[in-house]
């Protein structure tokens, strides 16, 4: 409904700001805003770092639309990976646990790619709960495993908080304006949360189910003695596209 003239002006705006794909989250704003003037809210708000997905209320993971509330972390492309491997892990009627759910990207990737298991999800934040159950996730408000049963999963799928407090500093401007502390700082050495999360999916898995869980930097030899003291064995790690490790897998012994 935009002519040709309007896009190349959104764009050119977006360039300005410092979007690297500003053509692409130009038609992303063109095809999402009803009319002229609500366009030029969008593309101010775009233009002030507002993530885009907060502006759209939508964001694409692993190629399924995911709705994201105002106040909600935006799903990487990062974490398509863990959702992946997550899915062909998961047998046939299998149940699987997405800890820190946030808006729900995971759980409804595997949802989509495992229709027949048994999803269950938690966040901490309210607003996140919020966002994941209008995603389809039937998530609860919970600290970690908290109200899920143990022992009754093939896979737990985790993407907590895990940058260092010391490394907050170094993120873009634009996410630590933004985006909820809560999610993304992950305390000393980013393993405050993380350790956490190893006790508790050991909790939750049967013996033979898997947990996968987002990482950086060395956080996979520094979680090595609490994955081994919490009975996982067989670690395996994975790298993002800018090899950086990214990813960790554990099998329940
Ligand atoms: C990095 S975000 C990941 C969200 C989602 N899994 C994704 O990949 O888009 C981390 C999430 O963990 C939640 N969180 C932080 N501490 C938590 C805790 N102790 N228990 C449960 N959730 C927590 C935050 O509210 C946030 O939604």
């Known amino acids: 409904?935009?002519?040709?003239?309007?896009?190349?002006?959104?764009?050119?705006?977006?360039?300005?700001?410092?979007?690297v794909a500003a053509e692409e989250e130009a038609d992303e704003l063109l095809a999402s805003a009803p009319?002229?003037?609500?366009?030029?809210?969008?593309?101010?708000?775009?233009?002030?770092?507002?993530?885009?997905?907060?502006?759209?209320?939508?964001?694409?993971?692993?190629?399924?639309?995911?709705?994201?509330?105002?106040?909600?972390?935006?799903p990487r492309g990062q974490t398509e990976e863990l959702a992946l491997?997550?899915?062909?892990?998961l047998p046939d009627g299998g149940a699987a646990a997405d800890i820190c759910t946030g808006s729900g990207a995971?759980?409804?990737y595997?949802?989509?790619?495992?229709?027949?298991?048994?999803?269950?999800a938690t966040d901490i934040d309210r607003c996140a709960v919020a966002c994941a159950r209008r995603n389809g996730v039937a998530a609860l408000v919970?600290?970690?495993?908290?109200?899920?049963?143990?022992?009754?999963f093939d896979v737990v799928t985790a993407v907590t908080p895990y940058v260092p407090t010391d490394q907050m500093a170094f993120l873009p401007s634009d996410v630590l304006r933004y985006e909820p502390r809560l999610a993304i700082d992950g305390g000393q050495g980013g393993l405050g949360v993380l350790r956490r999360l190893v006790v508790g999916a050991a909790r939750l898995l049967h013996s033979g189910?898997?947990?996968l869980t987002e990482i950086g930097g060395d956080q996979a030899t520094r979680l090595a003695p609490v994955l081994a003291a919490s009975g996982f064995v067989t670690i395996t790690?994975?790298?993002?596209?800018?090899?950086d490790v990214r990813g960790l897998g554990a099998e329940r012994r």
């Open 35 to 74: 009319d002229r003037a609500t366009l030029l809210a969008f593309v101010a708000r775009r233009e002030s770092g507002e993530p885009l997905a907060w502006i759209t209320g939508e964001v694409r993971f692993a190629g399924i639309p995911i709705r994201v509330d105002r106040g909600v972390y935006v």
């Open 85 to 89: 491997r997550a899915a062909a892990l």
């Open 142 to 152: 919970a600290d970690l495993d908290r109200g899920l049963r143990s022992g009754s």
């Open 209 to 211: 189910g898997f947990l």
């Open 1 to 19: 409904m935009f002519s040709a003239g309007v896009r190349r002006e959104v764009a050119g705006r977006l360039v300005v700001a410092g979007c």
């Open 110 to 120: 595997l949802r989509s790619a495992a229709p027949s298991a048994a999803l269950a």
């Open 237 to 243: 790690t994975w790298c993002d596209e800018e090899g």
């Open 106 to 108: 995971v759980a409804a």
